[in-house]
C-alpha cells in the first residue's frame, strides 16, 4: 500500500474544474472572522495538521479530499463529518465516501484543541477548510487565504442530503490509487501510453484477475506538491484514461504544457480554484450551528 500523497494528481483534476467556476468572493466570509474571538485558532490548526503530516504524508492529501467531498454536497458546512445515527444517514457511508475519506480523527483533534481555547466560536466548516489548506502547505505547495465565517450543517433529517450522484464523477478524480480494473485496457490496449510505464503497470495488474490490485496515480513524486502530474502526460505516463485526455492532442495540450514547465503559474492557479470552492454555498448568520462536536449536530 503507497503512503503516497498523488496531490499532483488531485490539484491538478480539481483546479481544471473550479477554475471554470463562476464563484466569487463570498461577503459575509472574512479572513479577520476569529481575531478576537479565537486569536490562537489558526496556530493550532496549523500544529496539529503538520503534526499529522509528518505522522504519515498522505494526510495531507486526505484533508484536501474531505473538503473537497464536503464543499460538493450541499456546500462547505461539514455535513461530511456527520457520523450515522438512528435517525439519520449522512455522507459518510455514501458510495464515493466509504471505507474511503479519511482524516476525521485529526479534525476531531483540532476541534477538542480549538474548544478548550474558544468553545462554542469556532465551526468544524471553518476548521475542515483551514486544515485542508495547510495540509497542502506542509507538502511545500501553496498557501491561500481562507476566509472564515461558515457554519454547520445542523439538520436532523437525512431527507435535507442530497444524493452524491453530483460528486461521484469529482470524486474519482481524487483517488490516490486506482483498481486495477480501471486501467487494465489503457495499459494493455491504448496507443498513446509510454512503453516502459504501461511494462512496470502490467507487472501488478494481469490480464486477467487481479481486479483489486492498486496502483498509484502519481510514481514521480508522491509526497510533494508540485507539477510532476502534468510532466508524466507530456511523456504519456497518465495512468487512466481520462487523464491522459488531457494532453491527446486537444484543447486543454497547451494548458498541461504551461502547467508542466511554469510550477508557479500552476501553484496560483490552484490556490485561486480553492478559493472558489470553499466559497460553495457557505451557510452564514443566523443558519446552521456551531457544532461542540463535529461527528454530531447540537
Known amino acids: 500500500m503507497a503512503t503516497a500523497t498523488h496531490l499532483s494528481n488531485i490539484s491538478a483534476r480539481l483546479m481544471l474544474v473550479l477554475l471554470v467556476l463562476g ?11 476569529y481575531s478576537s474571538t479565537c486569536p490562537n485558532l489558526l496556530s ?17 492529501a486526505s484533508l484536501l479530499r474531505l473538503h473537497f467531498h464536503d464543499c460538493f454536497v450541499l456546500g462547505c458546512d461539514a455535513s461530511v463529518l456527520l457520523d450515522d445515527t438512528a435517525n439519520f444517514t449522512g455522507e459518510k457511508t455514501a458510495g464515493p465516501n466509504v471505507n474511503s475519506l479519511r482524516g476525521f480523527d485529526v479534525i ?14 469556532v465551526s468544524c466548516a471553518d476548521i475542515l477548510s483551514v486544515a485542508a489548506r ?13 476566509a472564515l465565517g461558515r457554519r454547520d450543517f445542523g439538520a436532523s433529517t437525512p431527507s435535507l442530503l442530497p444524493s452524491l450522484t453530483k460528486a461521484s464523477q469529482p470524486e474519482k478524480w481524487l ?13 494493455y490496449n491504448e496507443a498513446n501510453i509510454n512503453a516502459s510505464f504501461a511494462a512496470s503497470v502490467r507487472a501488478n495488474c494481469p490480464q486477467s484477475g487481479g481486479d483489486n490490485n492498486l496502483s498509484p496515480l502519481d510514481v514521480a513524486s508522491p509526497n510533494v506538491f508540485n507539477n510532476d502530474y502534468f510532466r508524466n502526460l507530456l511523456s504519456l505516463r497518465g495512468l487512466l484514461h481520462s487523464d491522459q485526455q488531457l494532453f491527446n492532442n486537444g484543447s486543454t495540450d497547451a494548458q498541461v504544457r504551461a502547467y508542466s514547465t511554469n510550477s508557479a503559474a500552476f501553484f496560483n492557479d490552484f ?28
Not at 464563484?23 to 472572522?33: D, K, V, Y
Not at 483517488?175 to 495499459?187: Q, S
Request: charged share 20%; aromatic share 4%.
Open 23 to 33: 464563484i466569487g468572493a463570498n461577503a459575509q466570509l472574512s479572513s479577520n472572522f
Open 44 to 60: 493550532i490548526i496549523k500544529t496539529a495538521v503538520d503534526s499529522a503530516v509528518s505522522s504519515d504524508a498522505r494526510m495531507g
Open 108 to 121: 476531531d483533534t483540532i476541534k477538542t484543541q480549538v474548544e478548550r481555547s474558544c468553545p462554542g466560536i
Open 134 to 146: 495547510d495540509g497542502v502547505v506542509a507538502l511545500n505547495g501553496p498557501s491561500w487565504a481562507v
Open 175 to 187: 483517488l490516490f490509487l486506482a483498481r486495477c480494473t480501471v486501467f487494465r485496457n489503457r495499459i
Open 271 to 298: 490556490a485561486s480554484a480553492m478559493v472558489k470552492m470553499s466559497n460553495l454555498s457557505p451557510l452564514t448568520g443566523t443558519n446552521g450551528q456551531i457544532r461542540r462536536n463535529c461527528r454530531r449536530t447540537n
